[in-house]
């Protein structure tokens, strides 16, 4: 099993894998459909798809030949476990041609024991586990039991972890800084860019599922936005206008005056070019010190925007600090933008962060603002590269 599991994880690293699944009572809930999907998605690169149901993997079996992670959700009595609870369900799902197993290992009680159930899949299936869990806790648990991958799959959908928003990046970086087994990170991964960051936090695979293949949810999604009227209080009004006040967001009126201050700005300085597109979102900088693992220690984000060097966030691990670190990274972002040519360059701080080092490093404060928040001041700086 290591060599298949070893030839598994090269092929899985860094790869998108995608769940393949649809509510109990939808029209796509077919196994002729669902092997569709995952044949359509291994088409577009998914390095693997998760599939529930012994039904289901046969189904997808005879279309692909990428790697299948076989799931069975059955609820039994007397235990909250869902996810392939039982030996019998793994060796239905290993039997249909599943190439890993995934169990709920989470802290819960369960029919049989974590170590003697991880132990019979591999002993007597030849097939690597992946243990979908919900906390550091449960991870090392299910890691001490023998478990070959861990999954954040069950993180904010237990009660031990109810209220927790997914998906859980913090678990992840957690468990891969604790643990060495590869870790895949699953669970609302909603966006391209989520799973890029899933992928630079350590996750070796990303496995996502509603975004991709969720149609109804998506549907009910997109269809809740479009009729959804944002609430607003009434202030004034005559014949003509009314003044009306948001207290939630208001994405299309938000971005339709910003635009129309964009149009504004650049028409007035037309000559100059200071508003067009590309100058006004100015150019990123982002410098990062990363270990041997390329896990973030410490890091610099900013932007430089016309002759200006845009400080937005320094951050160094309190591990670590002390040691230069910090100095480092302004030094090395105020060289970068002196290269694009930069003058200036401006950043802001409170009370509580880090004042005194920035004037150490030659800023000089010109504004200050008490009791922003409560109790705390708020510092402006700017230096003159």
Same mark, same amino acid.
């Given at each position: 099993?290591?060599?298949?599991?070893?030839?598994?994880?090269?092929?899985?690293?860094?790869?998108?894998?995608?769940?393949?699944?649809?509510?109990?009572?939808?029209?796509?809930?077919?196994?002729?459909?669902?092997?569709?999907?995952?044949?359509?998605?291994?088409?577009?690169?998914?390095?693997?798809?998760?599939?529930?149901?012994?039904?289901?993997?046969?189904? %997808?079996?005879?279309?692909?030949?990428?790697?299948?992670?076989?799931?069975?959700?059955?609820?039994?009595? $007397?235990?909250?476990?869902?996810?392939?609870?039982?030996?019998?369900?793994?060796?239905?799902?290993?039997?249909?041609?599943?190439?890993?197993?995934?169990?709920?290992?989470?802290?819960?009680?369960?029919?049989?024991?974590?170590?003697?159930?991880?132990? &019979?899949?591999?002993?007597?299936?030849?097939?690597?586990?992946?243990?979908?869990?919900?906390?550091? /806790?449960?991870?090392?648990?299910?890691?001490?039991? $023998?478990? #070959?991958?861990?999954?954040?799959?069950?993180?904010?959908?237990?009660?031990?972890?109810?209220?927790?928003?997914?998906?859980?990046?913090?678990?992840?970086?957690?468990?891969?800084?604790?643990?060495?087994?590869?870790?895949?990170?699953?669970?609302?991964?909603?966006?391209? /860019?989520?799973?890029?960051?899933?992928?630079?936090? $350590?996750?070796?695979?990303?496995?996502?599922?509603?975004?991709?293949?969720?149609?109804?949810?998506?549907?009910?999604?997109?269809?809740?936005?479009?009729?959804? &009227?944002?609430?607003?209080?009434?202030?004034?009004?005559?014949?003509?206008?009314?003044?009306?006040?948001?207290?939630?967001?208001?994405?299309?009126?938000?971005?339709?005056?910003?635009?129309?201050?964009?149009?504004?700005?650049?028409?007035?300085?037309?000559?100059?070019?200071?508003?067009?597109?590309?100058?006004?979102?100015?150019?990123?900088?982002?410098?990062?010190?990363?270990? #041997?693992?390329?896990?973030?220690?410490?890091?610099?984000?900013?932007?430089?925007?016309?002759?200006?060097?845009?400080?937005?966030?320094?951050? %160094? /691990?309190?591990?670590?600090?002390?040691?230069?670190?910090?100095?480092?990274?302004?030094?090395?972002?105020?060289?970068?933008?002196?290269?694009?040519?930069?003058?200036?360059?401006?950043?802001?701080?409170?009370?509580?962060?880090? &004042? /005194?080092?920035?004037?150490?490093?030659?800023?000089?404060?010109?504004?200050? %603002? #008490?009791?922003?928040?409560?109790?705390?001041?708020?510092?402006?700086?700017?230096?003159?590269?």
């Amino acid at each position: 099993m290591s060599h298949d599991l070893a030839q598994l994880l090269q092929l899985l690293e860094s790869g998108l894998i995608v769940s393949c699944q649809a509510p109990a009572d939808s029209t796509l809930n077919q196994p002729a459909i669902i092997a569709a999907i995952a044949e359509s998605v291994v088409a577009q690169n998914a390095v693997a798809v998760r599939i529930d149901t012994p039904e289901r993997v046969t189904a %997808v079996r005879e279309r692909i030949s990428a790697p299948i992670l076989g799931i069975w959700k059955q609820p039994i009595s $007397g235990s909250e476990i869902y996810i392939t609870p039982t030996f019998a369900h793994a060796c239905a799902l290993a039997t249909a041609g599943a190439d890993l197993i995934a169990i709920d290992a989470t802290l819960r009680d369960r029919p049989e024991p974590l170590e003697t159930f991880i132990q &019979k899949i591999h002993q007597e299936l030849d097939t690597p586990v992946v243990a979908d869990i919900d906390s550091l /806790e449960s991870a090392i648990a299910a890691a001490e039991a $023998g478990a #070959d991958i861990l999954a954040t799959t069950l993180y904010g959908f237990t009660a031990a972890t109810k209220g927790a928003t997914s998906p859980g990046f913090d678990l992840l970086t957690q468990i891969t800084e604790k643990l060495n087994l590869p870790v895949f990170c699953e669970g609302r991964v909603s966006s391209p /860019e989520l799973a890029r960051q899933a992928i630079d936090l $350590g996750a070796h695979a990303v496995v996502v599922g509603t975004a991709i293949t969720g149609i109804e949810a998506q549907t009910q999604a997109f269809n809740t936005a479009i009729r959804r &009227k944002i609430p607003s209080l009434l202030i004034e009004h005559d014949s003509d206008y009314h003044f009306a006040l948001f207290t939630q967001e208001h994405p299309s009126y938000r971005n339709y005056v910003r635009s129309k201050l964009r149009q504004y700005n650049t028409e007035n300085t037309s000559e100059n070019g200071f508003f067009e597109q590309g100058a006004l979102r100015g150019l990123p900088i982002e410098i990062f010190l990363l270990d #041997d693992r390329d896990k973030v220690k410490a890091g610099l984000v900013g932007l430089t925007r016309w002759n200006w060097l845009l400080i937005e966030t320094l951050w %160094v /691990e309190e591990s670590i600090r002390q040691h230069g670190f910090g100095s480092r990274l302004m030094d090395l972002a105020e060289q970068e933008a002196k290269q694009r040519g930069c003058t200036e360059a401006l950043l802001d701080t409170f009370s509580f962060q880090a &004042k /005194e080092f920035y004037e150490k490093l030659g800023y000089e404060m010109f504004a200050q %603002v #008490d009791d922003y928040p409560s109790g705390y001041s708020f510092f402006q700086l700017k230096k003159n590269l």
